[in-house]
Nanobody, 120 residues
Framework: VQLQASGGGSVQAGGSLRPSCAAS????????VGWFRQAPGKEREIVGG????????VYADSVKGQFTIHRDNAKNTVYLQMNSLKPEDTAVYYC??????????????WGQGTLVTVSS
């Protein structure tokens, strides 16, 4: 099983990015998929998750209304749409997947992370 997080990059404040989490060897539509981030010098924090076998999403208060998570089951991929980006959103973003029904985890599989840099 592999999770591949990609789609990070560098943007100016106010811009948008849409990292993706693609899986091989696992069907993400039946998993809960979470997105996490870790900023330099800070602990990893959860950003949000999409609950298994459905479309329910949950977000951390810090990104509500700014980030959205959605699935493309045909592509076995989960996306993190990030809008109105701020410099404080700069971090490595990770996806994780598992059979949990709790968006906070625990998760069984982790992607390698994709770097998002937001400049002011």
């Amino acid at each position: 099983v592999q999770l591949q997080a990609s789609g990070g990059g560098s943007v100016q404040a106010g811009g948008s990015l849409r990292p993706s989490c693609a899986a091989s060897g696992r069907t993400l539509s039946t998993d809960t998929v979470g997105w996490f981030r870790q900023a330099p010098g800070k602990e990893r924090e959860i950003v949000g998750g999409i609950i298994r076998s459905g479309w329910n999403t949950v977000y951390a208060d810090s990104v509500k209304g700014q980030f959205t998570i959605h699935r493309d089951n045909a592509k076995n991929t989960v996306y993190l749409q990030m809008n109105s980006l701020k410099p404080e959103d700069t971090a490595v973003y990770y996806c994780a997947a598992g059979r949990t029904i709790n968006w906070r985890g625990p998760y069984d599989y982790w992607g390698q992370g994709t770097l998002v840099t937001v400049s002011s």
